[in-house]
């Protein structure tokens, strides 16, 4: 039983990671006034870039580096769009999912034709053991992206609540106004938001394709990135809530892979849709939330 | 002393509109100066490109004989000017010591208790009163804007621009804050009021710059004028043009009637404070005053769109239900409404916005009957002149020819009242004209009707009766023919008439 327990708990955190490193940068956007539905697509262009450059270079140093640009450079873009151009950012965020997905998939096809068994590295990311033979290595036997996910947590926590940068970042996010009449760039500081969430989403997309997987598919994300908006909204814009969301999907999912795995007599659709709609059971649950950054989804310009 | 500040020959243009031209303006550290004018006469333009919130088409601004620009805010800031807008610039979720602290933390990292003391230091400076540690979203309007100056001092600021400080306030709350503007005066400070409100300017200010439609009419020191003098500047006109409405002898029944109406806005802040007035038949009723005064809340109770906290509107007997547009119509209640683009539809055609308030009208079985509606929009369209074609989209045509479209479809079908908001505003002359035409056709036809100006010329010219509406009530009322501008003008500016 306990053993049971804790290699449920090792697969919750293995699951956790990219959507940790998803919903860690989204939470810095949004915490700005941005929205990025382009996560989605970000992460998993981030994971094909990050694979591509790991096979060519043999680095995954470099292949993990590869990633973070994606992530940064696809961010960049949703700058131009929705702040620099002050355009919708739903609309903006959906064209580059669709733009890098398509980006991906293409690049996929020339690269690997139509090749029906995953390419794979010849050398992935390996876990770690620090406890090597005995109870806890289910839950300990992670690799150090997991761990980088888990400290990101504390980490993001005090950039935003401990730092002028992160006060200043909230404070474009919520009235930026307020923050231009302060002398604050309203404009950069939405910018260096995005290039740090960026990075933390590129990571996330990288993790997949260079530590878990250790191989490329088309469906590697497979709505990982809107789990992380999802969970961004449960957490209430508070990352350390932020991870209680990630850890409650991922538990579920690593629940529901465990159940039919061991063959119990649910159709495994309902299974697999079970963490879903747990999320969407508890966000409602949670309710109204009233800490929804002020200046979310809205363009800032200056009047006159 | 010489000036801290000079503005010389400042003008600023927003394409066909000049807001500055050629303003020249100064202030001397230690003197409380009130910059006075009409709404739109560019007193906020004015500071703004003080604080580096826009820049100058021409003309030069020194800080201490020094030529400087200021190309922002942040600019304004280190060169010691302050900011304090009518719509504060705070961060609701922030506390006060983050709020004050904001752009000027001084450090890489946050240190919530030095931060606190610190700003508790500036404050009990200053003796402000002000819990550093409570989140701003929940203090009053009054503590609130003690927060923006907490802030500008916090800046080290020796010039604090004040955008019309006092209309949020309540009078206990201004006493307070004028207090807290002698103790900055006594430290040498300057301090800049934008006001529209004489008694402030006698009540606080040593010299006080009047502006009228862009241009300083006048610079004196406040205790060598007097309220009429000001009033008389402000609004700029000693005789009144021709009266368009002559005929003042009309009295039918008493169609429009409303009784001690009291509205509190979502703020918490009372708009209108028992406001009454009654409309004849055959009459034009002005509402003169300077916007914000509760014009609009009045106009969003007589329209439908508000429910007052109390208090009650009958048009010609019936009593008009509060929030619903659709009873207000159903009792030929006709309104123009104060933005005229929010009064149509731009990606409809003209002939459907013509229908738009009456859409049962035009259906058969639940189907729109476009025979109809195309013969309603030609009638409506000779009938008001509008140059357009049915199917031609609103949004294309001019400003003269959308208020036509709003005028056909609300004067169109023999209201009982009509409430027409700032009905020529950004309009030009041809256009003012024929929305006078059409306000004067619907009193000989005997409607009722309620005009709402910030336009005082416009008002004298039209109505029968005048009203003057200061704070959310009725400062007095004067028939046509023996209405006075400079007792208008104190009224509405809240000085008291022979004063």
């Known amino acids: ?304 | 002393m010489p000036p801290i500040i000079e503005m010389r020959g400042i003008t600023k243009r927003f394409g066909a509109l000049t807001a500055n031209d050629g303003i020249d303006f100064s202030i001397e550290p230690g003197e409380i100066h009130a910059l006075l004018g009409e709404n739109g006469a560019g007193k906020s333009t004015l500071m703004k490109i003080l604080y580096g919130l826009y820049q100058p088409d021409s003309g030069d601004v020194r800080i201490n004989g020094q030529p400087v620009r200021l190309t922002s805010p942040a600019e304004a800031i280190a060169n010691g000017i302050g900011f304090v807008s009518q719509h504060f610039a705070l961060v609701p979720k922030f506390t006060v010591a983050e709020n004050v602290v904001l752009g000027h933390e001084g450090s890489r990292t946050l240190h919530p208790t030095a931060m606190s003391t610190r700003v508790m230091e500036t404050a009990a400076s200053l003796r402000l009163l002000i819990d550093v540690n409570a989140v701003v979203g929940r203090l009053s309007v009054g503590e609130q804007q003690r927060v923006e100056i907490l802030k500008a001092l916090y800046r080290d600021c020796k010039v604090l621009i004040m955008d019309e400080p006092t209309a949020v306030l309540a009078p206990g709350d201004i006493a307070a804050l004028f207090d807290i503007l002698r103790v900055l005066q006594g430290r040498g400070m300057a301090v800049i009021i934008i006001t529209h409100k004489l008694d402030e300017v006698f009540a606080i200010s040593q010299r006080v710059t009047v502006l009228r439609l862009g241009k300083v009419v006048g610079e004196v020191r406040t205790q060598d004028s007097t309220p009429a003098a000001l009033a008389q500047m402000m609004v700029g006109r000693q005789t009144v043009a021709v009266a368009r409405n002559s005929d003042h002898r009309r009295q039918d029944a008493v169609k429009l009637d409303v009784r001690d109406l009291r509205l509190t806005d979502r703020r918490g802040g009372l708009r209108l404070r028992g406001l009454s007035l009654e409309v004849r038949g055959g009459e034009i009723v002005g509402v003169a005053g300077v916007a914000g005064n509760g014009q609009s809340e009045l106009v969003s109770v007589l329209t439908g769109m508000a429910a007052p906290d109390s208090g009650s509107v009958t048009v010609g007997g019936a009593p008009l239900p509060f929030r619903d547009p659709k009873a207000v119509s159903r009792l030929k209640v006709a309104r123009i409404p104060e933005d005229r683009l929010k009064g149509v539809i731009g990606d409809l055609s003209v002939q459907d916005n013509l229908m738009l308030e009456s859409v049962e009208g035009f259906t058969r079985m639940g189907h729109l009957d476009r025979a109809r509606i195309r013969a309603n929009a030609e009638a409506l369209i000779r009938a008001f002149q509008i140059k357009a074609a049915p199917t031609d989209l609103a949004r294309t045509l001019s400003g003269g020819n959308i208020q036509k479209i709003i005028l056909a479809r609300s004067l169109g079908h023999a209201p009982e009242v009509v409430i027409a908001a700032q009905p020529t505003r950004g309009l030009d002359i041809g256009a003012t004209e024929y929305v006078h035409q059409k306000l004067l056709e619907q009193k000989e036809r005997g409607a009722a009707i309620l005009l709402i100006s910030e336009d005082l010329e416009e008002i004298l010219l039209l109505s029968d009766r005048i009203v003057v509406i200061y704070e959310g009530r009725i400062a007095g009322t004067f028939a046509a023919q023996d209405a006075r501008i400079d007792q208008i003008g104190a009224l509405m500016t809240g000085a008291h008439p022979h004063a």
């Open chain 1, 1 to 304: 039983m306990m053993d049971s327990i804790l290699v449920l708990i090792g697969a919750m955190l293995r699951i956790a990671t990219p959507i940790l490193f998803g919903a860690m940068g989204e939470t810095l956007i949004e915490r700005a006034g941005v929205l990025n539905l382009g996560i989605e697509g970000t992460m998993l262009l981030a994971a094909f870039n990050g694979f591509v450059a790991a096979q060519l270079t043999g680095s995954l140093w470099i292949g993990l580096l590869a990633g973070a640009l994606t992530g940064v450079l696809l961010c960049l873009l949703m700058g131009g769009l929705s702040v620099t151009l002050g355009l919708n950012q739903h609309v903006s965020g959906l064209g580059i999912t669709l733009l890098a997905s398509g980006i991906a998939l293409f690049a996929f096809r020339i690269l690997y034709g139509g090749a029906t068994t995953p390419p794979a590295l010849a050398d992935s990311f390996q876990p770690l053991n620090p406890f090597p033979n005995t109870i806890l290595t289910p839950v300990f036997e992670q690799h150090w992206l997991t761990y980088a996910a888990l400290l990101s947590v504390p980490l993001v926590t005090w950039l935003l609540n401990r730092t002028t940068f992160g006060l200043r970042l909230r404070s474009v996010g919520e009235n930026p106004e307020a923050a231009d009449t302060a002398g604050i760039n309203v404009y950069r500081m939405r910018y260096q938001a995005l290039i740090l969430g960026g990075a933390l989403m590129g990571i996330g997309g990288a993790f997949l394709s260079l530590a878990q997987l250790g191989a490329f598919a088309h469906g590697i994300i497979n709505g990982r990135g809107w789990v992380a908006i999802a969970v961004v909204i449960f957490g209430n814009w508070q990352p350390n809530r932020v991870l209680a969301g990630a850890l409650l999907f991922s538990g579920v999912q690593a629940l529901q892979l465990r159940l039919q795995a061991a063959g119990v007599a649910l159709p495994y659709e309902l299974l697999l849709a079970l963490p879903y709609v747990l999320v969407i059971a508890a966000i409602a649950l949670v309710g109204r939330n009233i800490s929804v950054p002020a200046a979310l989804l809205k363009p800032y310009r200056r009047e006159g």
